[in-house]
């Protein structure tokens, strides 16, 4: 049974973000200022295994929103609980503000899916699949129809039997279910798993036209650093069941910074660099930043000393050495892993 939320919510399942005296508050243009998706105190467990401690996440509306951790660290499961087929055994999830556990037609009318490998009828045409599946759910027009296989680039194939389709074709006809009807938040659980790096790339574009174009929010749920990094602005790192990181990627490069110096002298250019606050040379062609100096501070005194600049290259963590900090640090806290099998995440 999910838990009491109080005075965050009413017997309809509506949530009401708590900082709001208004349970509709409505910015420029009528948008509702309340999360797309938010999940909320969610624990799971599976033959008294945790997968879930608590867990609890917000992605705003209109952003393309990053879901990463290692094989086994509770992605799917997440997923799941959002779209009702996994109970919690405590906590909710709210689209749109709308209770998935206690109205859930009603919080999934918006909502498109697609997980690792959709599955279609071989002996059928793409299009006649689609006209299958939607009619589980509701009727969709056949001019809507039309312009969303138009919109994952289908036109062409989409008569072709499914059974004739490549991994990415078929790939863009699950993607083409998940948008019918109009569709305003697109989960993801792998969607690239499969893909030649033509596909997945094409995979990308696309979503991020969803989401320019349309104002699509999306939920993308991978172990592939890489397309994280590639596609989504913002997001969080899950370990064992537990969130570890939830905001901006930007911001987790934002620690160290390392530059990278090719200079004529380099005897001379310690010495000018010895006397700046701030900055320390850590090897040859190598020093770190402080806070407040900038690359522009160390060429302008390297120059003004004398010092002949010949090349500067600024280095920030990478999102996998972001990662692996985060997930390790977790683990020596939690005392266990971060996932249940052996494979971690990984670059692509």
């Known amino acids: ?13 509506i949530w009401f973000p708590p900082h709001e005296c208004n349970p509709f508050p409505l910015a420029a243009g009528g948008a509702l200022l309340y999360a797309m998706l938010r999940v909320q105190g969610v624990r799971k467990s599976f033959a008294g295994r945790p997968a879930l401690h608590g867990l609890t996440l917000e992605v705003a509306r209109g952003s393309v929103y990053g879901l990463l951790g290692h094989n086994g660290a509770g992605k799917s499961t997440t997923l799941g609980v959002v ?8 906590g909710e999830a709210f689209i749109g503000g709308v209770s998935v556990q206690r109205d859930r037609a009603g919080a999934l009318a918006r909502t498109g899916a697609v997980f690792e490998a959709p599955r279609f009828y071989e002996y059928l045409s793409g299009w006649r699949n689609l006209e299958i599946f939607t009619s589980y759910s509701a009727v969709v027009p056949v001019q809507r129809m039309r312009e969303v296989v138009a919109l994952v680039g289908l036109e062409k194939r989409i008569h ?20 019918l009807p109009e569709s305003e938040l697109l989960l993801l659980d792998e969607p690239t798993n499969g893909l030649d790096p033509e596909g997945i790339a094409e995979m990308r574009a696309l979503l991020q036209r969803l989401n320019r174009e349309r104002g699509m929010t999306v939920v993308f749920c991978s172990h592939l650093l890489t397309e994280v990094e590639l ?3 913002h997001g969080a790192v899950l370990c064992g069941g537990r969130k570890v990181f939830e905001g901006m990627w930007a911001s987790l490069a934002t620690g160290e910074r390392v530059l990278r110096l090719e200079v004529g002298d380099w005897g001379q250019a310690v010495v000018v660099l010895g006397k700046m606050a701030g900055v320390e040379v850590l090897a040859p062609g190598e020093v770190r930043m402080g806070a407040d100096v900038e690359a522009a501070d160390v060429v302008a005194a390297l120059v003004h000393g004398s010092v002949r600049v010949q ?7 990478t999102l996998e050495q972001v990662y692996l900090e985060l997930t390790r640090g977790a683990e020596a806290e939690g005392g266990a892993g971060c996932a249940g099998g052996a494979e971690g995440a990984r670059m692509l």
């Open 1 to 13: 049974m999910a838990e009491d939320l109080g005075p965050r919510g009413d017997e309809r399942g």
């Open 83 to 90: 779209l009702g087929q996994v109970h919690p055994d405590a």
């Open 160 to 179: 072709d039997l499914v059974g004739a389709y490549s991994q990415g074709m078929r790939q863009r006809l699950g993607l083409a279910q998940a948008l």
């Open 231 to 233: 596609l989504c602005t």
């Open 311 to 317: 090349a500067v290259e600024l280095r920030r963590r």
